[in-house]
């Protein structure tokens, strides 16, 4: 015979067990206990690593950590109050906890604020059944234990008393313990900023807080203008025809992985067949396309960089427009970070018809189609700017179509750790494989249109990637700690015959110094000086092109003319 509820039975039986009564400091001391050594995984491990020569000193480190933890959550058990609190750090633990342990990643200001502005596609790659046992175990199953418990509260006022007597004890011996070897955990500390980024619940509770207050402070934002002085000079006035430069931002490409950077794959055939200019030690500014991306378009260099100077000053697009260059910022990936505010702006991932599209993303191909069409119908000197969605992870193996599958066996799904290490580095050596299509794409796109436009293409990556190495996956490290497969970046660059001749680059003196550092600090008046514009904001050394620049390509000599001269071919109306 059916009853009401196939639950019925065990519902009934579950509601016979008295609730376990327990007293609110006991339950502090407990939930203290369950934070510090449950949902710290990635945390210990760092610790044990970093006080490596002293195991003492690692527990009294610990010690002081449970008592500042029992400490902070003592002020909490008040009726009403408590469970909802206790709940809520085990939420935040458990987690931050899965993204350490799983991704070696750190919740810090800088993470909270991808997490703020990723698309609802970027973020369903992290919803995987990992996930959701991780948070089963860690975070559903205690929260339920502590929301069943009863809890002994004494009467308010003996309660104050005996919470504030804990509460003083308990930070009095943390302060005591930390005091008593206060050498090495002010040494390790100060070495190892990470560290306490690490630590669950306080670690990302501080991000938060951190990136709230910084987002408040933007509401009073005024952005200043920035070389509004900037002109076009004579080398493209006297180009005869338009000058286009397509700035192709990159996704989480790393150095090593490009045959052009010394890797032992062929991962960049069609970009060797073209013959681009490579620059093998650049650097990126960040870790992550949230500070990367609005530092590279920056006046600013990575060492007087932040965010409010970015957001309050204008950047390498505005400074573009500024000179009657006209600018355009097409995005397959999660918009521009505020850069292309008040330009021209146009998403491609909401293509919904489009084969290359599915699920709300879209294949980086997806440019080329309107790219073509753009190329056919500009008159104007410009700047179109491809913010592509290239390796960014952990789906990899979405990044490419069938016929860039070439390194198999590729990992096909979004949870790295069902899948071998070899298989990652395929799946990701694949999105290289196809980016090197996409760029070489954008350049052949550039040369056929060539008989009307002088076209270059600069290509940087906003970060690298980890890809398993010491056990970190993915990007978005401290920039202080960061290993160097988020920090080196490829940064490629492309000049058609007729950009050669009429804005006088010498791609002979560039190969020359392809083992110069470069880093992002150098985009933003790299671009200028590729687009000849003239501006007090302009700083010659940081133009990578500069010293093979001939300030009098436009004389003769060149020979640019003839091809000039050539009968105009459209290929189709219409720009987005
Ligand atoms: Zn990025």
């Not at 458990?94 to 703020?116: E, H, L, Q, T």
């Not at 930070?171 to 900023?193: D, M």
């Not at 790393?254 to 093998?280: C, H, I, Q, W």
């Not at 954008?442 to 970060?463: F, N």
Request: proline share 4%; aromatic share 10%.
């Amino acid at each position: 015979m059916s009853r009401g509820s196939p639950f019925g039975d065990r519902v009934l039986t579950f509601s016979r067990i008295r609730r376990p009564e327990i007293g609110s400091v006991v339950l502090s001391a407990l939930v203290a206990a369950y934070l510090l050594l449950a949902t710290n995984n990635s945390f210990w491990n760092r610790a044990a690593s970093y006080f490596d020569s002293s195991k003492a000193s690692l527990l009294l480190f610990g010690a002081a950590l449970y008592l500042a933890l029992f400490a902070i959550l003592i002020p909490m058990s008040i009726k009403y109050l408590m469970k909802p609190a206790l709940i809520f750090f085990i939420l935040v633990s458990a987690s931050a906890s899965y993204f350490g342990d799983a991704f070696g990643i750190i919740v810090d200001r800088d993470m909270i604020g991808n997490a703020v502005v990723t698309t609802p596609a970027e973020a369903s790659h992290f919803l995987t059944g990992s996930l959701a046992q991780h948070l089963v175990i860690y975070a559903l199953l205690p929260s339920l234990l502590v929301a069943w418990v009863k809890v002994r509260h004494r009467r308010f006022l003996l309660k104050f008393v005996v919470n504030l007597l804990f509460f003083t004890v308990a930070l009095f011996a943390a302060g005591g313990l930390i005091y008593s070897n206060f050498a090495t955990f002010a040494y390790v500390l100060r070495e190892h900023t990470d560290l306490m980024k690490r630590f669950n619940p306080t670690g990302p509770l501080v991000a938060a807080a951190r990136y709230g207050l910084s987002t408040y402070r933007e509401r009073n934002l005024v952005v200043q203008p920035l070389g509004t002085d900037a002109r076009q000079g004579g080398r493209i006035a006297q180009a005869g025809k338009p000058v286009v430069v397509v700035i192709v931002a990159g996704e989480t490409a790393r150095a090593m992985n490009f045959s052009l950077d010394g890797y032992d794959r062929e991962t960049n055939p069609e970009l060797k067949a073209l013959g681009v200019v490579n620059y093998s030690n650049a650097t990126s500014c960040g870790t992550a396309t949230a500070v990367s991306l609005p530092c590279m378009f920056s006046v600013y260099p990575r060492d007087e960089y932040s965010d409010w100077k970015a957001r309050s000053t204008e950047n390498l697009v505005h400074v573009l427009t500024h000179a009657g260059v006209s600018v355009s910022w097409w995005d397959n990936n999660t918009g521009s970070k505020g850069i292309a505010d008040l330009i021209s702006f146009a998403s491609m991932t909401k293509q919904k018809g489009s084969p290359l599209c599915s699920r709300g993303e879209c294949l980086d191909e997806i440019f080329l189609g309107e790219l073509d069409r753009k190329l056919g119908a500009t008159t104007g000197n410009s700047v179109i700017v491809l913010h592509q969605l290239g390796s960014h992870g952990p789906s990899y193996y979405r990044r490419y179509p069938e016929a860039f599958r070439r390194f198999t066996p590729d990992c096909r799904t979004a949870e790295l750790m069902r899948c071998t290490t070899a298989e990652i580095v395929n799946a990701y050596d694949n999105t290289i494989l196809y980016t090197d299509h996409v760029l070489a794409s954008v350049a052949k796109l550039l040369e056929k249109h060539q008989d009307r436009l002088a076209g270059a293409m600069i290509y940087m990556s906003d970060h690298g990637e980890s890809l398993g190495e010491n056990g970190i996956y993915l990007h978005g490290a401290p920039y202080a700690i960061a290993p160097k497969e988020q920090t080196r970046v490829p940064f490629i660059a492309w000049f058609s015959k007729p950009y050669q001749t009429a804005m006088g680059v010498d791609t002979d003196c560039l190969a020359k110094e392809k083992d110069q550092p470069r880093s992002h600090d150098n985009l933003f008046h790299t671009v200028l000086g590729m687009m000849d514009v003239q501006t007090k904001t302009y700083n010659r050394a940081l133009d990578a092109f500069a010293a093979c620049t001939r300030p009098d390509a436009q004389k003769p000599a060149s020979g640019f003319h003839a091809v000039d001269s050539q009968p105009v071919v459209g290929t189709a109306s219409g720009v987005l």
